[in-house]
């Protein structure tokens, strides 16, 4: 059954009377087009004009925000501070939501010296670091404390919340909201600092994830706060020069965690339970939060065994679901009591087990009570973080509920993030729905910033685009814009997945317009000029000006204060004339910086003895691209440094004096390459000698059984094969005759071999008859034709000798053959 919130009214249902959830029966994509409407509907209600810096932002949920710079006469000055009655509100909005059903009674035993030594430090303006482990009670001794420091501070008592926090900035802007009545005013860095050192008031910090520099910076920034620093072991230490109090809460003593379970279960416990509680605060350290788990298995232990009164006298009835003859349920083990989670999930009612699986696949994170009814599918599901709060698996984190330290991974290794992407895709859409509703306001959606975030990391892209797309506007809006940044970049990797080029192009924007108003023009930049190709590959007029508007105040941005450095300009030197005698400087290469200039200065130095006064000149090059004013971009910057079509310079007039006579090359580079040409012919010959050589050799028998052949060829002897070739080519076809030589047409007719020459291997190339080739002065002489039988025959048939005497055929030379 999907759970997903699918009503298509633009109404926001309360927490008593939820909307029905979308049956199965719907069509899959009822639940996911359901909040399209909700986004085009309140636009133009939610959009939102803020003050930040020295721009006026405009939030358009639909078009995009649009920025501009920020009107004479408007914003620049402080914003008034809240009085006492708008600090009760604050820190009343800033305590986590009511819950109903029964109040779960708050109990702060063995802490009452800590209370008043951390009153005493703050009342002295001393900032204190209270460290102790998960479940030791710090957050129930902050609201104590905070009780205790009401007029101690003009500014009052400030609750604020690290969890999630690295860096001091988003911390320093929540301060200064809760002091100042700036609900739509974000300044920048410097008017920030400058406002917060004025802020004197007494700051609670819990669930500090940051120490080292960072604290440092947040401590300087605040001279006159007053700081109690709630933190784990595990977090990194303040500096030495922090000047930071230190102390350590630590466990509780047998006697106040027998009390804390009597108080826990509201009645007195028997030996055995007394002795269990005992081991129990020996495994666990005494950490309170564990004597609240183990009150509340003793609570669920009593109403199985049927201790209530009355209940042991009464008879079942017929349709009583309890058996007559109940089996009694002993004590916990010891290990049952120090990893409890398991055991208290299984008797919680239904809801607060489908709450627990939301908080599994969600990272930890509970939503908000009045959302359980749409994601659980059950109306009375928000009586459900009462129920779990008592059962000690849930801890109060600034505004918000989430699962105790521990349980998380207890209840996974129990099955119950099994479901995990399901619950995250449930969660994801029906918060895409909640956040574009028009009755939902940017603060609300803030303070569910947390389960927001992690509904968007679990979702599939599909989801998670739509989450994006209407909660970032709303981010933006109430300025918490950490929490803009992470959404607007895991949309745009969402969208990129998705295919989705019109959504990419409108986070890409927005994190264009977040850069801008932070001061990071770089990254401004290349937000903005990807989200115009983009809309231009849409055709997106409107959008592609929007922001063309916005690279535009990018470059006055870079004008105005941080410009980009423009190119190293070199001044002519003043030389002194060189005396007569002197001979000139050196020529040296200019430094490493001077590469980059759009000019060039030439000296031209005085010759010694020259009879006219010397007097140095100097010729700029003139630049390539010529400006009145300094590169703006680094297109510009790399196009005078690094120009593409460079201009000549003008011609330099030589100074008046004996011409030098023309520096000669040496002749040793010509000889040594003449050199080097002639070993290479010599060594190309040697390798055609030898492989002319080695093909012109005839066959060779492999071995030497055979009769030795003589080299000296028989005069007038053919050798098988086609006559006039050598013997490597096919004989002729049986049926096919030989070709006459006296035929005028055939090759046979025009060249006659030399019985002197050995046989050529046949070539493509036109063959040149060789010197002793020449016909002789008393004629040609008529070739001998064959007279054989047939054309296969082995032997050859002898011919009429020539009266030209024999020479014994030699080997030729390499040089000859070559």
């Not at 930040?52 to 004479?72: C, H, K, M, Q, Y």
């Not at 011609?651 to 050199?675: D, E, I, M, N, T």
């Not at 054309?791 to 009266?803: G, L």
Request: aromatic share 2%; proline share 13%; hydrophobic share 40%.
């Amino acid at each position: 059954m999907d759970r997903t919130q699918g009503q298509p009214e633009p109404v926001e249902q309360p927490a008593t009377a939820p909307a029905p959830p979308a049956t199965a029966s719907a069509p899959p994509a009822t639940a996911s087009a359901a909040p399209a409407p909700a986004v085009a509907g309140p636009a133009v209600a939610r959009v939102v004009t803020l003050t930040a810096g020295d721009f006026t932002l405009t939030v358009n949920p639909v078009d995009g925000s649009e920025i501009e710079p920020r009107r004479p006469g408007t914003g620049g000055s402080a914003p008034a501070k809240r009085d006492a009655a708008g600090r009760a509100a604050r820190h009343a909005a800033a305590r986590p939501p009511v819950l109903p059903g029964p109040a779960v009674p708050a109990m702060l035993l063995a802490r009452e010296e800590e209370r008043e030594r951390l009153v005493r430090l703050l009342g002295r303006g001393r900032s204190v670091r209270l460290t102790g482990p998960a479940g030791s009670g710090r957050s129930s001794l902050l609201d104590a404390v905070a009780a205790d420091c009401t007029r101690l501070a003009p500014d009052g008592v400030v609750r604020l919340s690290g969890y999630g926090h690295q860096q001091p900035g988003e911390l320093l802007h929540a301060l200064y909201a809760a002091v100042y009545e700036a609900s739509h005013e974000r300044p920048e860095r410097t008017q920030l600092l400058a406002r917060v050192r004025d802020i004197g008031a007494i700051v609670l910090l819990d669930d500090l994830e940051m120490g080292g520099a960072a604290l440092d910076e947040l401590l300087r920034a605040t001279p006159e706060c007053a700081y109690l620093l709630a933190t784990t072991p595990d977090t990194r230490a303040p500096s030495d020069d922090s000047h930071l109090e230190e102390m350590f809460l630590g466990g509780l003593g047998g006697a106040d965690c027998v009390e804390l379970l009597e108080a826990g279960t509201g009645r007195a416990l028997t030996e055995e339970e007394a002795a269990w509680a005992g081991d129990l605060r020996f495994a666990s350290e005494g950490l309170p939060l564990r004597f609240v788990q183990a009150a509340a298995l003793l609570r669920q232990r009593d109403e199985r065994n049927l201790s209530s009164a009355g209940d042991e006298d009464e008879e079942p009835g017929v349709f009583e679901e309890r058996p007559r003859d109940a089996a009694l349920i002993p004590l916990p083990t010891l290990a049952e009591g120090a990893a409890p989670a398991e055991l208290l999930a299984s008797r919680v009612s239904e809801s607060a087990r489908a709450a627990l699986r939301i908080a599994c696949a969600l990272g930890g994170e509970l939503p908000h009570h009045a959302h359980l009814p749409a994601l659980v599918g059950d109306t009375h599901a928000d009586a459900a973080v009462a129920e779990l709060l008592g059962c000690g698996l849930l801890t109060p984190v600034g505004t918000r509920y989430r699962l105790a330290a521990g349980v998380a991974r207890q209840l996974e290794e129990a099955g119950y993030g099994d479901t995990a992407a399901e619950e995250a895709r449930t969660a994801a859409r029906h918060y895409a729905w909640w956040t574009g509703h028009a009755s939902v306001t940017p603060e609300r959606v803030a303070a569910e910033a947390d389960a927001v975030l992690a509904a968007l990391a679990g979702a599939d892209v599909v989801a998670a685009v739509l989450l994006a797309r209407t909660a970032a506007p709303a981010f933006a809006a109430s300025r918490h814009w950490e929490a803009w940044e992470r959404v607007l970049r895991s949309g745009a990797e969402a969208a990129r997945k998705a295919g989705e080029v019109a959504e990419q192009a409108y986070f890409h924007h927005e994190l264009g317009v977040l850069a801008l108003c932070e001061g990071r023009l770089d990254r401004a930049r290349a937000e903005l000029e990807a989200s115009i190709g983009l809309k231009g590959a849409l055709a997106d007029k409107r959008g592609t000006v929007a922001g063309r508007r916005a690279l535009a105040l990018v470059a006055d941005r870079e004008k105005a204060g941080v410009e980009v450095s423009p190119p190293l300009r070199l001044e002519p030197p003043a030389l002194a004339p060189a005396p007569a005698g002197t001979s000139p400087a050196p020529e040296t290469s200019p430094p490493a910086g001077a590469s980059t200039a759009a000019e060039a200065v030439t000296t031209v130095l005085p010759v010694a003895g020259a009879s006219a006064a010397p007097a140095a000149q100097v010729a700029p090059v003139v630049p390539v691209i010529g400006r009145s004013e300094a590169p703006t971009t680094l297109t510009e910057v790399f196009e005078e440094a690094f120009p593409l079509d460079p201009k000549p310079a003008p011609p330099v007039v030589p100074a008046a004096g004996p011409a030098r006579a023309p520096r000669r090359l040496p002749l040793r580079k010509p000889v040594l390459l003449a050199a080097a040409g002639a070993l290479t012919v010599v060594a190309l010959g040697t390798v055609m000698a030898l492989a002319m050589s080695g093909s012109d050799d005839p066959g060779t028998p492999a071995g030497g059984d055979g009769p030795a052949a003589s080299s000296t060829p028989t005069p007038g002897a053919s050798v098988p094969g086609v006559p006039g070739t050598s013997g490597n080519d096919p004989a002729p076809d049986p049926g096919t005759p030989a070709p006459d030589a006296t035929d005028p047409g055939s090759p046979e007719s025009t060249l006659s071999p030399d019985p002197n020459q050995p046989p050529r291997p046949p070539s493509r190339k036109p063959v040149t008859p060789p010197p002793s080739q020449k016909p002789s002065p008393d004629g040609p002489k008529p070739p001998t034709p064959d007279t054989s039988p047939t054309p296969s025959a082995p032997t050859p048939t002898p011919t009429q000798p020539d009266p030209t005497p024999t020479a014994t055929a030699t080997p030729a030379s390499p040089t000859a053959t070559s």
